[in-house]
């Protein structure tokens, strides 16, 4: 499923930046604005959805999730319109929301969650394979019509919502409810459950404050790499190369690096500690953060490109065991709903950075704005530091945790 998706997500995300800029003609702060409509949306809906997805059902929440995120990147494609492009957002948002936090919790429900980490390394790797294809696919038929890849990209979405409406099984699951009924009451006690959790447990708040930087710092970045290399690096003169082809360079030589560089080093990091964990956490983040200095401030292609690939690399080694150790430390009967939680600290960094850094764009240039992001993921390296402080986290007991409200 999640390389299928990410095949989809290849296909829409190796062009998006120049269908934006070059097609529709958005300037640094719509492109931003683009962005915090998506994350706005998906803040609204993400921690509903997560309560819905404990008490219902996980399958059902993905499969509604995926059929409206293939329906807002599909028609995006229809009309080069920027009225178009933000309903799509909401459309993309909701979608999302339904499948984040849902699809993890259905995993470790159906395999166990001490079991997650290695799966989440391994999916990993397919979903870089995927994403490999999808950029390959994306640049040829790119080349053809710009918008094609866009369309596509939907349509498989919604071809393997239907599938999995058939496929996907739901064994490990057990609904929260009242007897039969779940109501308005048992949906806010698993609500209030959730933040008890959360609360209760050191790591879980660290892990939620890092995702709020992280949030706040992605939104800005992701939306003005691509315009920042198009009008302020300069893409390469070679031939009758199209900015599709250099883009296609980009996404597919990231991929490799980030598959070779997990495939070296899963059987080490399946085996470290937590506090050898937290450790890479903040050497990443500091490698991260210094890549992003280098990249606003180089005029070469060759070097703004190099440290995007060291840079996704990285990405790649950390998230799956930064999903594996979130997973683990979350009760079955509420982890949707916390994963969801902290779904909405990405979210809310995103609402909350995104539109200051396109105004830094718009007001002073795409550079001073990339400048930007670094700086705020600089507090991650205190957290991730704090993470490193806490002690191997108790087991967590697979059962039902209540709360009297």
């Known amino acids: 499923m999640s390389a299928v998706a990410t095949y989809a997500n290849g296909l829409l995300f190796t062009i998006s930046a120049i269908y934006y800029v070059n097609r529709i003609g958005l300037d640094p702060l719509q492109l931003v604005l683009v962005g915090t409509v998506l994350e706005t949306t998906y803040l609204i809906f993400q ?62 429900d159906e395999v166990g969650a001490e079991r997650v980490g290695p799966i989440f390394l391994l999916n990993t790797q397919w979903c870089q394979i995927a994403g490999i294809l999808g ?18 990209s939907g349509v498989i979405y919604l071809a393997l919502s239907l599938f999995l409406v058939f496929a996907m099984p739901e064994r490990g699951f057990k609904p929260v409810s009242i007897g039969n009924r779940p109501d308005l009451g048992s949906l806010s006690r698993t609500l209030i459950t959730g933040l008890k959790v959360v609360w209760s447990r050191p790591v879980l708040l660290i892990l939620l404050a890092v995702e709020f930087f992280v949030g706040a710092a992605s939104e800005g970045f992701d939306r003005l790499w691509g315009a920042h290399l198009l009008t302020s690096v300069g893409l390469p ?32 990091l ?60 979350i009760p079955s009967n509420v982890r949707a709903t916390v994963l ?6 990405n979210a809310v960094g995103q609402i909350v950075g995104g539109p200051g850094v396109g105004l830094l764009g ?43 409200v």
């Not at 190369?241 to 296609?248: D, L, N, P, R, Y």
């Open 340 to 345: 969801s939680m902290h779904g909405q600290s």
């Open 47 to 108: 921690l509903p959805t997560g309560v819905l997805a404990d008490h219902f059902s996980r399958r059902l929440s993905v499969i509604l999730g995926l059929t409206l995120t293939g329906l807002g990147f599909g028609l995006q494609g229809l009309a080069p319109d920027f009225g178009l492009l933000l309903f799509c957002q909401v459309l993309w948002g909701v979608g999302a929301s339904f499948v984040e936090g849902a699809n993890d919790a259905w995993l470790a």
């Open 237 to 268: 003169v070679f031939g009758h190369w199209e900015a599709v082809i250099w883009f296609g360079i980009i996404g597919v030589g990231g991929d490799i690096i980030s598959l070779v560089g997990l495939q070296f080093c899963r059987g080490w």
């Open 362 to 404: 718009r007001a002073f240039s795409t550079r001073v704005a990339l400048l930007a992001t670094g700086l705020m993921l600089v507090p991650n390296l205190w957290l991730y530091s704090k993470l490193g402080g806490q002690t191997r986290s108790q087991p967590v007991e697979d059962g039902p945790v209540t709360v009297e």
């Open 270 to 329: 399946n085996r470290l500690e937590r506090s050898n964990i937290a450790r890479l956490f903040v050497i990443s983040q500091a490698v991260i953060i210094v890549g992003r200095f280098i990249f606003s401030l180089s005029g070469s292609f060759e070097l703004a490109v190099g440290v995007l690939w060291i840079s996704g690399a990285l990405q790649a080694l950390v998230r799956p065991l930064f999903n594996a150790w979130l997973t683990e430390v």
């Open 135 to 152: 950029l390959l696919s994306s640049v040829a038929l790119a080349l053809i019509d710009l918008t094609l890849p866009i369309v596509l």
